[in-house]
């Protein structure tokens, strides 16, 4: 009779352990899901630069980099992404900001962008902007080097029978802000390109 009450009690309190473990297991893979949600819905960069070099500049380039790491005390990494070591990997980050950058498209060219450390707490655009003028200031001292940045771009997705009711739109929004608006086909008229300019 002991022995009965003994392993009713063990069962009961298995399986009072056995419902504690599922709750903490849903609600933290929940709290999990909304953090990645969020970051993966906000984790664009603030702004990007692209950096064209001399294949022989590389390693004056690396050198610049360490240099604004130091400077703006960031933590850096450098690293082949190919067993050839022709494509790079450049990651810096410190507690507020990540750069990221890479040289998969072209050897020559390095796409740097500025992240958000925490995207539910964004740093000031006064901030990113200080970051990318003085990085642009020590990657300018490279010879031959030529420093842009990517302006920002939308991606809209259209049925073929919206597409002049949109750019009549656009033609609109330009025309109320004194702007030219130029517009461009790709190759296989799949891909639209406008630009606003100042008239």
């Known amino acids: ?14 399986f009072l352990i056995t419902i504690a473990i ?6 933290g893979a929940q709290k999990l899901l ?3 949600k969020e970051g993966f819905v906000t984790s664009h960069p603030k702004k990007t630069l692209v950096v064209t ?26 690293g082949s992404t190919t067993p050839a070591g022709d494509t790079l990997s450049i990651y810096m980050s410190r507690e507020d900001i990540i750069l990221w950058g890479d040289n998969v498209i072209d050897a020559r060219k390095f796409d740097i962008s500025f992240y958000d ?17 003085d990085l642009k200031i020590i990657l300018d001292e490279i010879p031959n080097a030529t420093i842009t940045e990517v302006q920002k771009s939308l991606r809209i997705k259209l049925d ?8 009549a739109l656009m033609r609109k929004l330009a025309n109320e802000h004194s702007l030219e608006f130029k517009l461009t086909v790709s190759s296989d008229k799949s891909v639209f390109y406008w630009t606003y300019a100042k008239a």
């Open 53 to 78: 070099i001399d294949t022989s500049q590389r390693e004056r380039f690396f050198e610049q980099l360490t240099r604004f790491a130091d400077v703006h005390d960031f933590d850096i990494h450098i």
């Open 1 to 14: 009779m002991i022995q009965i009450k003994h392993k009713k009690i063990r069962m009961i309190t298995r």
């Open 160 to 167: 073929e029978s919206q597409r002049e009711e949109f750019f």
């Open 34 to 36: 909304k953090t990645w």
């Open 117 to 133: 450390e925490d995207p539910a707490n964004p740093v000031s655009e006064e901030t990113i902007d200080t970051l990318v003028s």
């Open 22 to 27: 599922c709750i903490t297991i849903v609600f």
